[in-house]
């Protein structure tokens, strides 16, 4: 099994930039989330979803868009990347409870 | 918002020694979750606790419950090397079962 799958693992964006982070899981769970982790502040809910076509905002959402089509995909899009979006992004999901999560490897953003 | 006060913040000892790390919730506690993440990778899950009072052990680890208190413990005993990481508690946010709250983490070293 694949588990959580993140991509990419890196990337450098300049200011003003937009792009999509790819979350895809292969255990048919209902409930994804996206995280930020910083220095300092733990992490933080952006997005979530409960099911295919159902997105909600978490504690950071501003700057950032979800969808979910499908069960398997739930992408994070920066729209107009700004330095202060610097951080690991982790992708997760969960088959029963929200807090049993599976979480991807991560994508570490830079933004200059 | 639900807030997760992890103590300590970091935490160094010798291989063999027992620690413990504390979890204290600002609001009522509906399960607490406890993750371990190592370095640049995602969280794992560990233990999940939903009643007051329960108690989990998984190998040298074991984390309790106490509701009244709005505090959860963990344990390890016997520490190795391969205990070393972030140690996260987490809890489902009052009035969402969607949202899950992150500690800002304790981070273990275990010297040989």
């Known amino acids: 099994n694949a588990g959580v799958t993140q991509t990419p693992k890196f990337q450098v964006l300049k200011t003003g930039q937009s792009m999509t982070l790819q979350c895809a899981q292969d255990m048919n769970h209902e409930y994804m989330s996206w995280y930020r982790q910083d220095p300092g502040m733990g992490l933080r809910l952006i997005h979530y979803s409960v099911g295919a076509g159902i997105t909600d905002q978490g504690e950071v959402p501003n700057g950032y868009n979800v969808s979910r089509s499908t069960t398997e995909d739930f992408p994070l899009r920066l729209l107009s990347a700004a330095p202060s979006q610097t951080s690991v992004y982790f992708c997760?999901?969960?088959?029963?409870?929200?807090?049993?999560?599976?979480f991807g490897s991560g994508t570490q953003l830079s933004v200059l | 918002s639900q807030e997760l006060e992890q103590s300590p913040q970091s935490l160094i000892v010798q291989e063999g020694k027992n620690l413990t790390i504390n979890c204290t919730s600002s609001?009522?506690?509906?399960?607490l979750y406890w993750y371990k993440q190592k370095y640049g990778e995602g969280l794992i899950f560990l233990m999940m606790l939903q009643k007051g009072g329960e108690e989990k052990s998984h190998e040298k680890i074991t984390a309790k419950l106490d509701e009244k208190k709005q505090q959860s413990s963990l344990h390890i005993t016997a520490s190795q090397p391969s205990h070393a990481g972030i140690y996260l508690c987490?809890?489902?946010?009052?009035?969402?079962?969607?949202?899950?709250?992150f500690g800002k983490g304790t981070l273990l070293t275990v010297n040989p």
């Open positions: 609001k009522t506690l509906y399960g």
């Open positions: 987490g809890a489902v946010s009052g009035g969402s079962n969607y949202k899950l709250t």
């Open positions: 997760a999901s969960s088959y029963d409870r929200v807090g049993k999560l599976f």
